[in-house]
T-cell receptor, first 112, second 111 residues
């Protein structure tokens, strides 16, 4: 069991749908992350929140919209996704930089 | 080695042998390095980390070696067990919160 909880575990959506991925941690970490991982590839950083403020956006398309409602929660809002967006979306958290990031088990997203 | 297309570099070892997984990093300014294990259907799991002011760090059955001169990192697993079968990623950090992951190595433990 991981200490970073992601829901849902699986999500299938059409290209016109709107959905949200959720991530929760209760380790007191002040940095939270979204990654995208394709099969047999390493995780690719999408967004970083530090003290609930967006600090890094790795030029992610606007159809992905992150939100950090409080220090324990991180959301990723999805709208008008493309088939190539099908991937495993991983959330992670850490105390700050230079500290281990702890990952959830991800949401497996399929775009029809 | 480098991954090509969908093929991960693979290391096959016999159960009970020691495993050594290698990683070359690219950024001379990186000062934090970390190894993750990822099993099928799971997220990456933290194994061990090391800072640039050290060249060796040991954990339970694992040792990380850092050679800054040649920008090389290795993970040694002692007495490899079937449960060690997974994909292993190294990652480097250069200050701030950003980690850059290597391409990964598939470790297969043969009985």
């Amino acid at each position: 069991d991981t200490e970073v909880t992601q829901t849902p575990k699986h999500l299938v959506m059409g290209m016109t749908n709107k959905k949200s991925l959720k991530c929760e941690q209760h380790m007191g970490h002040r940095a939270m992350y979204w990654y995208k991982q394709k099969a047999k590839k390493p995780p690719e950083l999408m967004f970083v929140y530090s003290y609930e403020k967006l600090s890094i956006n790795e030029s992610v398309p606007s159809r992905f919209s992150p939100e950090c409602p409080n220090s324990s929660l991180l959301n990723l809002h999805l709208h008008a996704l493309q088939p190539e967006d099908s991937a495993l979306y991983l959330c992670a958290s850490s105390y700050l930089g230079g500290q281990p990031q702890h990952f959830g088990d991800g949401t497996r997203l399929s775009i029809l | 080695g480098e991954s090509v297309g969908l093929h991960l570099p693979t290391l096959s070892v016999q159960e009970g042998d020691n495993s050594i997984i290698n990683c070359a990093y690219s950024n001379s300014a990186s000062d934090y390095f970390i190894w993750y294990k990822q099993e099928s259907g799971k997220g990456p799991q933290f194994i061990i980390d090391i800072r640039s002011n050290m060249d060796k760090r040991q954990g339970q059955r694992v040792t990380v070696l850092l050679n800054k001169t040649v920008k090389h990192l290795s993970l040694q697993i002692a007495a490899t067990q079937p449960g060690d079968s997974a994909v292993y990623f190294c990652a480097e950090g250069g200050g701030g919160n950003k980690l850059t992951f290597g391409t990964g190595t598939q470790l297969k433990v043969e009985l």
